[in-house]
């Protein structure tokens, strides 16, 4: 009950039905599981570029929301609103990050304690 990892096959190397000892050169290793061991030794850690959640509206601002003021008369009575555009705005699109990040699903023990 509640784990927090992956629930789909194939992330982890050993994932497969294998030896008891964990020796990938015994008999009971299938070739999906060591075609999983070397596709995970090239993949990297690291994230160097992320979707931005910034927009551009129509004027070239960048922001993450944009809103425009209306007058509202009520009762005789002059009232400045706030009304939310969710038209015409352009994302910002992919940015490159200053410093790599590392990915939160690669499985892999950084530090032991």
């Not at 050993?14 to 599981?33: I, L």
């Not at 030794?41 to 004027?59: C, G, H, I, N, W």
């Not at 209306?70 to 555009?85: M, Q, S």
């Amino acid at each position: 009950m509640g784990g927090s990892g992956s629930k789909t096959k194939g992330y982890w190397p050993f994932a497969g039905s294998g030896s008891v000892d964990g020796d990938p050169t015994k008999e009971g290793v299938d070739a999906q599981s060591l075609a999983r061991l070397q596709s995970f030794r090239s993949a990297t850690p690291f994230v160097f570029t992320r979707r931005s959640s910034l927009y551009f509206d129509e004027d070239g601002d960048l922001a993450h929301e944009f809103y425009e003021e209306t007058v509202v008369t009520k009762n005789g009575r002059k009232r400045a609103k706030l009304k939310k555009i969710q038209k015409n705005l352009i994302p910002q699109g992919t940015i490159k990050l200053e410093h790599p990040c590392i990915h939160v699903d690669f499985p892999v023990v950084l530090c032991e304690v």
